[in-house]
């Protein structure tokens, strides 16, 4: 079992930083392979960002590539989503979510654990 516990939303103007945080209990958390979905207000659940076991490799959607990083520290079982340049089209609930297996997808019905989600709102 994993549980997920996401932190560092808020609310930022157009072009700013956030930098959030999914904290993550467990003994096997390097063993999963990561990610970070988002939903707007009234549209589905879309993919963002992945990361895999080790940290080596990660996977990001068009829509934020050269613009957001993940990052995984296994030692503090923690994974990270540090957004830059930030749209208003990037206001949405962001999850963090957790793959029982090493290697990652885009596909969020592949992901067994769940984050509460937190929520990212960025003005114009």
């Known amino acids: 079992q994993v549980q997920l516990v996401e932190s560092g939303g808020g609310l930022v103007q157009a072009g700013g930083s956030l930098r959030l945080s999914c904290a993550a209990s467990?003994?096997?958390?390097?063993?999963?392979?990561m990610g970070w979905f988002r939903q707007a207000p009234g549209k589905e659940r879309k993919f963002v960002a992945a990361?895999?076991?080790?940290?080596?490799?990660?996977y990001y959607a068009d829509s934020v590539k050269g613009r957001f990083t993940i990052s995984r520290d296994n030692a503090k079982k923690t994974v990270s989503l540090q957004m830059n340049s930030l749209k208003p089209e990037d206001t949405a609930v962001y999850y963090c979510?957790?793959?029982?297996?090493?290697?990652?997808?885009?596909?969020?019905?592949?992901?067994?654990?769940w984050g509460q989600g937190t929520q990212v709102t960025v003005s114009s």
């Open positions: 467990g003994r096997t958390f390097s063993s999963y392979a």
């Open positions: 990361i895999n076991w080790s940290g080596g490799s990660t």
């Open positions: 979510a957790a793959r029982s297996t090493r290697y990652y997808s885009d596909y969020g019905g592949s992901y067994d654990y």
